[in-house]
């Protein structure tokens, strides 16, 4: 099934990472790395399942040890690039009320010399949600830095 694009804002992030597109790639797609980056140094990766495949479905529960909320995350794999493209979609529930609706996230890969550029780019949002999806991975981005 091919990923449609629904009217809404858009979040763009850049980010070169100093490791091989292979490490970085590695990192998106498989759970043991995802747990170790995922949502910053404040929040504790409760649980993931991750299956990287068309199709494949995505879990995570995210607990903020400053406010003690619980967010939970799910969407499907519509395509996966191996080292070059991953879109999925993307749900955000949490036991306080919460309930975004879907919406669709594409990261690219690029290595260069060594390096690898990656573009997330994530579509359909709520246009009351830019600024806050805006620093979520910007926060992400800067926790994964340590890793790859």
């Known amino acids: 099934m091919a990923a449609t694009a629904a009217p809404g804002a858009t979040v763009v992030v850049r980010r070169t990472f100093k490791a091989p597109v292979a490490k970085v790639f590695r990192a998106w797609s498989d759970p043991a790395m995802a747990t170790r980056w995922s949502w910053g140094p404040e929040f504790d990766t409760v649980s993931i399942d991750l299956s990287c495949q068309a199709g494949g479905v995505w879990r995570q529960h995210i607990h903020d040890r400053t406010t003690g909320e619980n967010w939970y995350f799910d969407g ?4 996966v690039v191996p080292n070059r493209k991953l879109v999925h979609t993307f749900h955000f529930t949490s036991d306080r009320g919460h309930d975004e609706p879907p919406s669709l996230v594409t990261i690219e890969f690029t290595e260069r010399g ?3 550029d990656v573009v997330l780019t994530h579509t359909q949002l709520l246009e009351a949600k830019v600024k806050e999806t805006n620093e979520g991975w910007v926060a992400i981005f800067d926790a994964m830095d340590g890793l790859v």
């Open 76 to 79: 499907v794999f519509q395509e």
């Open 114 to 116: 060594g390096d690898t």
